[in-house]
């Protein structure tokens, strides 16, 4: 019980200390909003660059600093980007060698269309469990199965 109470005061001093600092709670994505974004590993403009990402790429939300949001790609790399180069537009990446995209949540339903691996598609909702509803940039519009992208 006193641990607990420790861990839970230090956490609290932590936040009354550094209240621009947060750290995501819950799983939250974003999609980059301008092509070639470059990713610093420190969030600051004067930090080492590690990598230049592209337009659309879903990022996963790790934690965020005033102006700057410290990411997780679908690679698992972390990095740090500027905030103002994010989207709530959100995209997921494919990372099956090949997936099927169908006319609804059902593997029996039509054909829509395939994605190849690391192409990004659009995401619309997760509301059926196991299936996230995307659209290709042709405007076509099907069900994956959830395992086979990153970023819903």
Do not use: C
Request: cysteine-free.
């Amino acid at each position: 019980m006193q641990r607990r109470g420790l861990v839970g005061s230090f956490f609290l001093f932590f936040l009354l200390v550094f209240p621009r600092w947060s750290v995501a709670t819950e799983t939250e994505f974003f999609s980059i909003s301008e092509n070639a974004v470059v990713m610093y590993d420190a969030p600051s403009l004067n930090a080492e660059k590690l990598y230049v990402a592209s337009l659309h790429l879903p990022l996963e939300v790790v934690a965020k600093v005033e102006g700057w949001v410290k990411v997780r790609d679908s690679s698992g790399a972390i990095a740090w980007i500027e905030k103002k180069f994010l989207s709530d537009k959100r995209f997921v990446i494919v990372t099956a060698p090949f997936a099927d995209v169908y006319q609804s949540a059902d593997v029996h339903s039509p054909l829509v269309f395939q994605v190849e691996r690391n192409v990004v598609v659009e995401w619309l909702s997760s509301d059926i469990a196991g299936w996230v509803k995307v659209r290709r940039r042709d405007g076509q519009v099907g069900y994956i199965r959830s395992n086979q992208v990153w970023g819903s």
